[in-house]
């Protein structure tokens, strides 16, 4: 679960910090249906045991999850540094006035914050996904857990 948590969220650290500081914080939303369902498999993979894959599957995915948040606020960070210049902000080409620097800090974090929870959480349940996905599909043909203990 670990091992599998770990790889999957060090993937998707760099893949929400490149989405979110150079395209948009909301193209963060596509990561966890990759490196969610990514931690549950490998979870299923690593432990090969069918009766709690799709636990440890979520837990892996969690955890894949605790890295993205990190990565979405490194991005905040580097979006509120670049949102500083009222030519990079989209208000004047709205009509509306420029944003305060203040302001800008403000969005940017909450942002982060609710994205970042919102990816922990896809990121947990598609991990069960995945780990439900490899007990129906490798995981039918490892022997049951009853046939690997020795007889008492």
Do not use: H
């Not at 249906?33 to 979520?58: I, S, W």
């Not at 007990?135 to 020795?150: C, E, H, I, R």
């Amino acid at each position: 679960m670990l091992k599998a948590g770990l790889i999957s969220g060090i993937a998707m650290f760099f893949i929400v910090l490149l989405a979110a500081s150079v395209v948009s914080p909301l193209c963060a939303f596509c990561v966890p249906l990759l490196t969610g369902l990514a931690a549950g498999y490998l979870t299923g993979v690593f432990e090969k045991n069918p009766l709690t894959t799709v636990q440890r599957g979520a837990y892996a995915g969690a955890i894949a999850g605790g890295f993205g948040i990190f990565a979405q606020m490194i991005a905040s960070v580097i979006n509120s540094f670049v949102m500083q210049n009222p030519n990079f902000q989209i208000n004047q080409s709205l009509g509306l006035p420029v944003a305060d620097p203040a302001t800008v800090w403000i969005a940017q974090i909450g942002m982060a914050c609710c994205v970042g929870l919102v990816n922990v959480g896809l990121t947990a349940a598609l991990g069960a996904g995945g780990g439900a996905i490899w007990n129906n599909t490798a995981g039918k043909s490892m022997p049951s857990v009853d046939d690997q203990l020795p007889p008492a």
